[in-house]
């Protein structure tokens, strides 16, 4: 079966540690998303990346950071910089970014 | 610029009422549209998307039609279930691609 697999589906970490979110697609697609979403609250877009080892920083990348070493894996790192962590995590990855994202099914992350 | 406005929830409808929630955009060109659905604790999953002025987004018995006159995607649907009930956004991709714009989201509330 084809898709994006997040794991883990929760995550509790302790203040000031930093913790890496994976995810993963065996779809083939080039451009990989991560976006954060807080209670109640729409998305807002972390980082993407377009094609391998080349990422762009999305509206809110200030204490994350992203590698992007192979196409299926497009991992992100939460730092002890990101002042307010507690949030679930969704990643997404298109063909083609004039058309519409496929989505995992989410992170929740909690830092306690 | 880019842009997609939403209805503002939440909107609470009784079994089998009829829904609209209402979608509009800012555009220069065409761009595809799509209505994303995101059901308590998971990602988002494509619902129905347009592709071309005119075109009428159908699934689960939702529908959307691409309005180019009034740059709406109103989705609406018939006879509304209380497992309808999610989160529903409006997207559309950037002019220049790369990204998605999303609306805010509208919550759907259905009761039994």
């Known amino acids: 079966d084809g898709g994006i697999t997040q794991s883990p589906k929760y995550l509790f970490r302790k203040e000031g540690q930093n913790v890496t979110l994976s995810c993963e697609q065996n779809l083939n697609h080039d451009a990989m998303y991560w976006y954060r979403q807080d209670p109640g609250q729409g998305l807002r877009l972390i980082y993407y990346?377009?094609?391998?080892?080349?990422?762009q920083k999305g509206d809110i990348a200030e204490g994350y950071s992203v590698s992007r070493e192979k196409k299926e894996s497009f991992p992100l790192t939460v730092t002890s910089a990101q002042k307010n962590p507690t949030a679930f995590y969704l990643c997404?990855?298109?063909?083609?970014?004039?058309?519409?994202?496929?989505f995992g099914p989410g992170t929740r992350l909690t830092v306690l | 610029g880019d842009s997609v406005t939403q209805m503002e929830g939440p909107v609470t409808l009784s079994e089998e009422a009829f829904l609209t929630i209402n979608c509009t955009y800012t555009?220069?060109?065409?761009?595809?549209l799509f209505w994303y659905v995101q059901y308590p604790g998971e990602g988002l999953q494509l619902l129905l998307k347009?592709?071309?002025?005119?075109d009428k987004g159908s699934n689960k018995g939702f529908e959307a039609t691409y309005r180019k006159e009034t740059t709406s995607f109103h989705l609406e649907k018939g006879s509304v279930q209380v497992s309808d009930s999610a989160v529903y956004f409006c997207?559309?991709?950037?002019?220049?691609?790369?990204?998605?714009?999303f609306g805010a989201g509208t919550i759907l509330r259905v009761k039994s």
């Open positions: 555009a220069t060109g065409y761009p595809s």
């Open positions: 990346s377009q094609i391998v080892n080349d990422f």
């Open positions: 347009a592709t071309k002025a005119d």
């Open positions: 997207a559309r991709p950037m002019e220049y691609g790369n990204k998605l714009v």
């Open positions: 997404a990855s298109t063909p083609d970014s004039y058309n519409e994202q496929f």
